[in-house]
């Protein structure tokens, strides 16, 4: 068939030891916004996430994180970033989305609980989380 399309079912998994570590990392950087590039695999749009780097010179603020992607690397294992909101919030907002870097946007938000990690996509999508032990 021509015209058949191949729509692959995106979900992200997330290592457990990596989540504990966001959450740490999120907890300790409050009230301000922490940010941790993911380290993993994408394969047939399963994303798995096995790993974080403190990106360089990143900057942060109660509202705003980022760093300069000018300084990274190129490095295949980098499938996206994590960030927190320490408003409570996990929708996206406009600049992250200007700022998607990756496949995959994750955004913690405060109390940064296990059930506080959402995952995006670059239109501002939810895409299903779930969590290896
Ligand atoms: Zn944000």
Redo the contacts with the bound molecule.
């Keep these: 068939m021509l015209f058949k399309k191949k729509k692959f079912e995106r979900k992200v998994i997330l290592n457990k030891e990596v989540l504990d570590s966001i959450l740490s990392y999120c907890q300790m950087k409050h009230p301000n916004?922490g940010i941790l590039i993911l380290k993993g695999k994408s394969k047939n749009g399963e994303i798995n996430i096995d790993g974080l780097v403190i990106p360089p010179f990143n900057y942060t603020g109660p509202t705003f994180?980022g760093f300069p992607h000018s300084f990274l690397p190129f490095d295949m294992s980098y499938v996206g970033i994590v960030?927190s909101?320490p408003s409570g919030s996990a929708e996206?907002?406009v600049?992250?989305l200007h700022n998607f870097f990756g496949l995959v946007s994750l955004?913690v938000k405060s109390p940064y609980s296990d059930e506080s990690v959402f995952a995006w996509d670059s239109s501002g999508n939810a895409i299903p989380l779930s969590i290896k032990q």
């Design positions: 916004e994180a960030h909101h996206p907002s600049t992250d955004i």
